[in-house]
Each structure stands twice: as structure tokens, then as C-alpha cells.
């Protein structure tokens, strides 16, 4: 039997093709600029674990490279093949919500699930997943799985995964945490043993397929505020972040340069952005009632003394945020400005932001990026140990303009080797053209995790050349 | 109908960021629902099916590296209704301007010019050129004229299958006394042979059509069909006419005093067409004459620019009846959640797929009739 004959038998003939009208979708993502385009040559949607168990075992005894799929938002060209004869595995139909528990604050999904049935789900129970800041049509369990939630507001801590269910190249079955003893309690992170899931994150389909997730929800607050505060000054804006994270009085926090950021994420292009300050600090306070107007006292407090200016901008602006934290919907719309949208993300200590902003802007200006086509913003994320912070540093640009293209790539060079220089805490996860520089400089920990990835996948079948 | 160049199409697809929000409707303004958008790729399942990856085999085709016409390609191709779904949530959500289904009306002709096409589609052409109308019906149907103030175009669906949309239609107009008249010689208006790639022969029909309405010197053109309404308004040369859905032209007629509706005091379900809504913006004035003859409008839970396709259009209930049943079931399911089984809507199309599925569909012209 051919590999197509063999997968039209594990998942029927008619979820699976070899055709390049289907294999030609699963071509190119948005970071074509730095991933060129190649087709898988086959494309299989299982409809249940067993089958893809079945999908891995046989390209295991085929030798066959087999790249996880799950809703194909993806803008880092991590599912674009690179080895010949690549089986994408579009795992797109296990999409079900297995479990949403008000007690536990917890929902246990399917990685076809995206945030935007995530959402609906949990909001009926007054909860919800972690703010992602990406479509609503991202795989919630691919989002958090491949680095936790990239944009998490430091009240919902960092990491939103309790435990999961992965199926290894070899098709075997692997729990984690309290799945172990007891797969009905899968609330907690630790189970009787180390934590090896942790392993497991933030490896773009290279160490197995994950089947199953359990997530941390959290509470939606009837009582919200939204704090846009203007500053003409950079350095000027620090003292106020350092201090309403320090002190855990907000549930969200980004730094944002701009003119350039702040329209398409507020919704609209008609508004006199030029009359807004150069940057601009956005404060969610919220909590319950009498916490709420306490810490919103003390909030208004810090605002005032810091120097900046509380920005009066239109109800629906102001509103556009709050709908966006409960999934992402109009921010994309950033990607209108010149067609294309380019950003490195990473992490780093809040201290740094300055030096991170300059160089970022000095380079792009440099090499011939205009002004307005630069943007950059952070977020404090998690508890302020560390002063944790998600940055990213963007650029909006026409991938139809070759010089365009080819600008950002010098850019891209140059940024990268920067930030690795200046000191960041890692990337938000690994992907082409921020990992290669970077396992060049992490001396034996490249190694172990090769050797690691080796002992999970010894024929490495899984995403090859993603990382290694 | 101009052929794009390769450069305007791969810059489009080129900005196509594939976050996929084009496939799901407008979801903070659903009050946080996940309500599916694209019937083609929810029924299909694989990414070709869906905008952003159908716009990747578009690239592929240009390019060359898919270089035959296989059954898949076409279905991918042709598999769609060009409900226009996925564009107008594009340009609300990231304000690039790709326009999905002339984008796509682009691929077909491109398979078309290789004769990569669909035997159904190929015979409504020849049907077309044998007969004049997309259903290859012989029989001459009459219709009444009154003068030249107006011209009703028909259209071959409510001719020659909803007829009674037609006939509302006449009512309606002998009623308010407008003076108006059918084309004598009424082809096909070419839109599902432009829906379906076959440019050069809708070239043809619309050269004669022109001829027809040039002759008789109306002032104003009005259409039940909002497929023959696009049509007009975007692939025919400028006639001198105001172009009018039938919705459109009663509301004057009745602001006019021309016409004097009674009122049916109920309360019913709209379904949006895509041609009427997406397609030319008009979702207003359809509401406004339900409102005019006492129907409360039941808004479903996708509706206007959210609207989910009836499941006919882009040639898909000829190419692809299966799909088209699907898609107008979906539809049905969502008209039955507001506990009728009766909609209005506005378009012979969508009451012939929809009323395939089970519910009762009226034209808002065999509405306003009834109030007469």
C-alpha cells in the first residue's frame, strides 16, 4: 500500500488528500518573507486520537514527516514543510470543549477548539480563558501550548496549563500532572513525579502531538475601568508601570508607542491621532465591588503623579478594548496600513524598554523604514517577579515591494542579533529566523535538547527542521 | 469583467494575513457567539476551501506549479457561493482590501480559459446560447406592458421557476400605476455565466440586453433578481438608467403616494441575500417595505453583513447540489430557531434553496401583492 492508500484507511478517503489544490493551502503562511512556500504532500484530518495515532505510527514506520495542524493561524512559518514527503495533520476536527468546570475555574479542550468558542463557552459560567491578543480563530490549545499566552495581563500569571495529554511519534499516550493518578482530576499542574511536562511546551509540534489540554480560567469583573494615559517623554512613563505592577493594581498594562499602534487597535482610522501624545500607557483596573473603587482611587493617584495625561478618547475606542479581552477582532486590523506585518516578540525585564525602543527605531530608520511604518509595544505580564514583560517590535510593510522585503530582512538580521546582545529573557517561542541564532549561543542546553528530542522522536519524523 | 494581471492578484493574495476571522462573523457584536461565516470551507473542512487558502491554490495556478485540472481543483474552485462573506469581514476586521469573490470570479475564468470547468456550468451556458436564459426553457412567457416609465427586468429564475415572484411583481406595479414594461427579447443578464468564469459568452448577452433597453428610453430599470441587479450595476456599460431593486422602487412608490399597501401585522424572519446585501449594500430598504406592510422584522442570528449564504449562489446549486443543501439546512435551522417556519427575503434564489430545505419562503413582492 502507498502512504495515501494507508492514511485514506486510517482516516477515510475523504479527509485526506494528495491533491496540490489542497496541499497548496497548507503552503505559506504570513511569514513567507522568511519561510519560502512548499506543499506537504499529503494532508490528513483525523476525527479522533486513535486515528491520529494511527498517522503517527505509520509515518514512524515510514519515515514520513509529519507536521501538527490545527487551526492554521500561524504567522511564523511554523507548519510550512521543509522535508519532501511531509503528511500535514490538520487535527482541526477534534474540536470539542470536553469539560468547562466552574468549581475547578478550569475548561479542558481540544486543540480544534479556538479562542472564540472558548470564549462563548466560558462566559456563560462568568469565566475566561487567559487574553491572548491573537485572532479568535487561534487553536486555544496550540496558543498556549507552543509558550503559554504571549500577552498575558499580569493578573493571570504566566503559565495557564494545568496539565495535557500528548500522543508521542511512537503513538504512545503520555498524561502529565494529575491526569496521572486520576485522568477525571486533571486540575493540577504536578503530578507524583518531576515535571517533565514543561518539556513539552513551547515545541512547535516537534515532540508529539497534543490531543488534549486542561487550562486555568479566570474571572470576568462586572467592575472595569480603562486608563489611556498620554506621555511626550519615554523614560517618563516607567515610574508608573514599575509601580501599579509592583504593587498588583492592575489586571492589564502595555506600553504603546504610538500614533502609529494605538489606531487599528482601537478600532478606527477616524480619529486625530496626531493630537494624541507620542506614547501612550493603557491601565485595566478591575475587580470586585468596593476592591474595585479602592484600587481604582489609588490607580488614578499614581496616574496623576506620574506625570502623564488621562486621554479622553471616544467611549467606542475605549470600549473596543474591553471587547478585545475577550478575544481578539479588530487588532488585526494593524495589517491594513501597508498590506503586511512584520514583528519579532519576546520577552524581557520592564527596565529595559528604553534601550529595546532606540535601537529598534534607530535600526528600521536606518535602513530606510519610514516613521510612521515603525511601531513597538509591551506588556507587563505575570507577577512583576523580574519586571516580566512581552515586547514586540513591528513594522508594517507591502510583501509585494521587493525592496520592502528585503529591508526587513536586513532589519530582521540586525534586530535579532541586537536583542540577543542587549539581553532578553527568550522569545515567545521558537521559530524560524529568531532560533538559529540563537541555540549558536546556549552552549550545552542545545545539545540536551537535541539529545532530548532524539530520545522522543529518534527518527525524527516530527516538524523536522523546525528547530534543529 | 476586465482580466486582472497576475501582478494584482498575487499583491491581493499577498495580504491576505490568514487569520481566518474571515470565516466567522462579527463575534464581539454576536455578543461573544462563534457563529460560522464560510459555508465552503464548513462543509469541505480543508484549508483550500477557506479564503486564505483557496487565495494560496489561486497563487499556484499563476505560478504553475498546479498545472492540471483535477476534479479536486475544480471543486475547490467552484465550491463556493461567492456569498462575499470572507471580504466583508476582511475589510471590517484588517481594512485590506482584497475582495474575495471577484478575486475568485477571477480564478474561475483563469480555469475556464483552460477549460477546466464544471459539465453543469457548461451546459448552463449552452443553454444560454441556445435559448437566451440559463434554464434552457423554450417557452415564450408573456408579460404585461403599460408604458416606458420603467422597465421590469425578470430575470430567468422568477421567468421561468419563481414565477410567482413575477407575477407579485406585476401586481405590485399595475397596482401603483406605473407605467412599465418587460423587454420584449430578455436574455440572461450573464451573471452565472460571469459567477462561473465564462466571460466571453455574458459579454454577448449583455451587448444584446443593452440593445433591448437602449430601444425603449426608461427611465428607471427595477429587478426582483438582485444577481440580475449586480450584474447590471458592475459589468454593464453606464444605460442612462437608475438601476432599482424591486424593495427600493415600492418604497418610493409608496412615498409617492403611488401606492397604498395594507398592513399584515405579523412578525416574520429576514434572510439577507448576499447579491442584495453584501454584494450592492442595500439591507435597509428591504426592512423599510416589510415595515411598510406591517411585518415585524425577526432579526436571525446572522444577519445584514453577517448573513449566512441561502446556499445557491456562484453556480453551486448546479455544480454542487449537495453542498447547496447543506448550506440552505444551516440556514433553515437558524429561521426555525425564531420559531417560524415561514422567511421573507428578496431574492428567487434564495427562495428556491431555501424552501428546497423545508421552510416556506416569501418574496417581498409576493408580500406587498398580498397587502394590495
Not at chain 1, 503520555?174 to 513525579?193: A, C, E, H, I, V
Request: glycine residues 8%; contains cysteine; negative net charge.
Amino acid at each position: 500500500m502507498t502512504i495515501l492508500e494507508e492514511l485514506e484507511r486510517i482516516v477515510g478517503r475523504e479527509n485526506v488528500s494528495g491533491d496540490p489544490a489542497i496541499t497548496a493551502a497548507y503552503s505559506r503562511d504570513q511569514h513567507w518573507t522568511f519561510v519560502p512556500p512548499k506543499n506537504p504532500a499529503y494532508v490528513a484530518r483525523p476525527g479522533t486520537k486513535e486515528e491520529i495515532r494511527d498517522v503517527l505510527m505509520l509515518a514512524n514506520r515510514e519515515n514520513a514527516p509529519v507536521i501538527p495542524w490545527s487551526t492554521g493561524i500561524n504567522i511564523r512559518g511554523m507548519t510550512i514543510p521543509v522535508a519532501d514527503g511531509t503528511i500535514m495533520l490538520d487535527v482541526s476536527r477534534l474540536d470539542r470543549i470536553v469539560e468547562v468546570n466552574h468549581g475547578m475555574m478550569t475548561a479542558t479542550i481540544q486543540p480544534g477548539v479556538t479562542f472564540g468558542m472558548l470564549v462563548e463557552e466560558t462566559k456563560k459560567h462568568g469565566l475566561r480563558p487567559a487574553f491572548p491578543d491573537a485572532p479568535l480563530t487561534v487553536s486555544a490549545v496550540t496558543n498556549n501550548y507552543l509558550r503559554g499566552i504571549y500577552q498575558t495581563a499580569p493578573r493571570d500569571g504566566l503559565d495557564h496549563i494545568l496539565s495535557f495529554e500528548i500522543i508521542l511519534p511512537n503513538g504512545e499516550t503520555l498524561q502529565t500532572g494529575s491526569r496521572l493518578l486520576k485522568r477525571d482530576l486533571p486540575y493540577f499542574r504536578y503530578g507524583p513525579g518531576p515535571e517533565i511536562a514543561s518539556l513539552f511546551i513551547a515545541g512547535p509540534g516537534t515532540w508529539g502531538v497534543v490531543t488534549e489540554l486542561t487550562l486555568k480560567l479566570y474571572r470576568i469583573f462586572e467592575h472595569q475601568k480603562v486608563y489611556y494615559v498620554g506621555f511626550d517623554d519615554l523614560e517618563k512613563p516607567m515610574g508608573l508601570l514599575d509601580r501599579v505592577n509592583r504593587e498588583e493594581l492592575v489586571s492589564g498594562c502595555r506600553f504603546v508607542d504610538t500614533i502609529h499602534w494605538l489606531p487599528p487597535y482601537l478600532g478606527t482610522f477616524d480619529y486625530e491621532y496626531e493630537t494624541l501624545p507620542e506614547f501612550v500607557v493603557v491601565l485595566v483596573v478591575e475587580n470586585q465591588d468596593r476592591i474595585f473603587q479602592a484600587q481604582d482611587h489609588i490607580v488614578q493617584t499614581y496616574i496623576a503623579e506620574s506625570g502623564g495625561k488621562i486621554l479622553d478618547l471616544p467611549q467606542d475606542l475605549v470600549d473596543n478594548l474591553k471587547c478585545e479581552m475577550l478575544g481578539a477582532e479588530t487588532s488585526p486590523m494593524i495589517f491594513g496600513f501597508k498590506g503586511n506585518f512584520y514583528c519579532v516578540g519576546y520577552y524581557g525585564p520592564l527596565n529595559l524598554l528604553p534601550q529595546y525602543y532606540r535601537d529598534f527605531k534607530e535600526n528600521a530608520l536606518e535602513i530606510g523604514f519610514e516613521a510612521e511604518d515603525i511601531s513597538f509595544y509591551a506588556n507587563t505580564i505575570a507577577r512583576f517577579h523580574g519586571q516580566s514583560t512581552y515586547y514586540e517590535l513591528e513594522i508594517y510593510f507591502d510583501s509585494s515591494d521587493k525592496r520592502s522585503v528585503e529591508m526587513l530582512r536586513t532589519l530582521h538580521a540586525r534586530t535579532v542579533a541586537n536583542l540577543l546582545e542587549t539581553g532578553i529573557y527568550g522569545w515567545f517561542r521558537p521559530y524560524a529566523g529568531v532560533i538559529e541564532p540563537t541555540l549558536d549561543r546556549i552552549g550545552n542546553f542545545a545539545d540536551y535538547w537535541k539529545k532530548l528530542q532524539n530520545f522522543i522522536d529518534p527518527n525524527g519524523i516530527m516538524n523536522p527542521g523546525k528547530l534543529f | 469583467m476586465e482580466k486582472m494581471s497576475e501582478d494584482v492578484v498575487l499583491r491581493a493574495i499577498s495580504h491576505c494575513f490568514k487569520c481566518k476571522l474571515c470565516a466567522i462573523a462579527d463575534f464581539h457584536g454576536s455578543d461573544e457567539k462563534w457563529l460560522a461565516l464560510c459555508p465552503s470551507g464548513s462543509y469541505y473542512g480543508f484549508n483550500s476551501f477557506y479564503s486564505p487558502g483557496r487565495f494560496e491554490v489561486f497563487r499556484e495556478i499563476l505560478s504553475g506549479e498546479i498545472d492540471c485540472g483535477t476534479e479536486m481543483l475544480v471543486k475547490v474552485a467552484f465550491g463556493c457561493q461567492l456569498c462575499g462573506a470572507c471580504y466583508e469581514r476582511c475589510k471590517e476586521v484588517s481594512k485590506v482590501e482584497l475582495d474575495n469573490a471577484e478575486l475568485f470570479e477571477e480564478l474561475r475564468s483563469v480555469l475556464a480559459e483552460r477549460g477546466w470547468l464544471l459539465d453543469a456550468h457548461v451546459r448552463i451556458r449552452e443553454d444560454v446560447e441556445r435559448t437566451g436564459n440559463a434554464y434552457g426553457a423554450s417557452e415564450k412567457l408573456e408579460y404585461p406592458s403599460s408604458g416606458d416609465e420603467v422597465i421590469y427586468f425578470v430575470g430567468c429564475t422568477a421567468r421561468h421557476r419563481e414565477r410567482e415572484i413575477s407575477e407579485a411583481m406585476v401586481r405590485v406595479l399595475n397596482a401603483s400605476g406605473a407605467r412599465f414594461t418587460v423587454l420584449g427579447d430578455e436574455w440572461c443578464c450573464g451573471s452565472p455565466l460571469l459567477r462561473t468564469g465564462q466571460r466571453d459568452v455574458a459579454s454577448r448577452l449583455i451587448a444584446h440586453n443593452v440593445e433591448e433597453i437602449r430601444g425603449i428610453g426608461a427611465e428607471k430599470m427595477v429587478f426582483t433578481c438582485p444577481g440580475c441587479l449586480k450584474t447590471f450595476k458592475e459589468s454593464y456599460s453606464d444605460l442612462g438608467v437608475e438601476l432599482l431593486h424591486a424593495s427600493e422602487y415600492i418604497n418610493s412608490l409608496v412615498s409617492e403616494g403611488r401606492l397604498q399597501p395594507g398592513k399584515l401585522k405579523i412578525a416574520l424572519p429576514y434572510h439577507d441575500p448576499c447579491h442584495l446585501g453584501r454584494h450592492l449594500g442595500i439591507y435597509d430598504a428591504p426592512r423599510e417595505t416589510l415595515e411598510l406592510i406591517g411585518v415585524e422584522v425577526v432579526e436571525l442570528s446572522r444577519n445584514r453583513g453577517n448573513a449566512w449564504c441561502c446556499g445557491s449562489g456562484g453556480g453551486v446549486k448546479s455544480g454542487f447540489p449537495e453542498f447547496a443543501t447543506w448550506t440552505a439546512d444551516e440556514r433553515v435551522g437558524e429561521i426555525r430557531e425564531t420559531g417560524s417556519d415561514i422567511v421573507v427575503s428578496a431574492c428567487p434564489f434564495c427562495k428556491r434553496n431555501l424552501e428546497d430545505s423545508g421552510v416556506k419562503v416569501f418574496d417581498l413582492a409576493e408580500l406587498v401583492s398580498q397587502t394590495l
